[in-house]
């Protein structure tokens, strides 16, 4: 069974940074796909970024320049380093994974909680 846990959200002011860390613990299962996904106030959820096995990544065009994300593949850790954050950028932001490449578009098997990120004067 593949647990998710992140950690690294909170309030920040805009143009600040956040880098948000999320550990797979996967009881032995390989992880392909790993990323971020976000859900904000009234919106639908939407893919921030992802990172593949072979390090391929891919952005939503919102983040695209501002957020960069990174795996530590010994860790098992994927992060997401978030800078000029923007009060659009509030949301709950999700650790989301997958045994194939579903996290790219969304649709990854494995999910964390959430943490929220609150960008605000």
């Known amino acids: 069974q593949v647990t998710l846990m992140e950690s690294g959200g909170g309030l920040v002011r805009p143009g600040g940074s956040l880098t948000l860390s999320c550990v797979a613990s996967?009881?032995?299962?390989?992880?392909?796909?790993m990323g971020w996904l976000r859900q904000g106030p009234g919106d639908q959820r939407e893919l921030v970024a992802a990172?593949?096995?072979?390090?391929?990544?891919h952005y939503g065009d919102p983040v695209k320049g501002r957020f960069t994300i990174s795996r530590d593949y010994v860790k098992n850790t994927v992060y997401l380093q978030m800078d000029n954050l923007k009060p659009e950028d509030t949301a709950v932001y999700f650790c989301?994974?997958?045994?194939?490449?579903?996290?790219?578009?969304?649709?990854?098997?494995?999910w964390g909680q959430g943490t929220q990120v609150t960008v605000s004067l």
């Open positions: 996967t009881g032995g299962i390989e992880l392909n796909a």
């Open positions: 990172i593949s096995k072979g390090g391929v990544t």
């Open positions: 989301n994974a997958d045994e194939l490449m579903g996290t790219f578009y969304g649709l990854g098997q494995y």
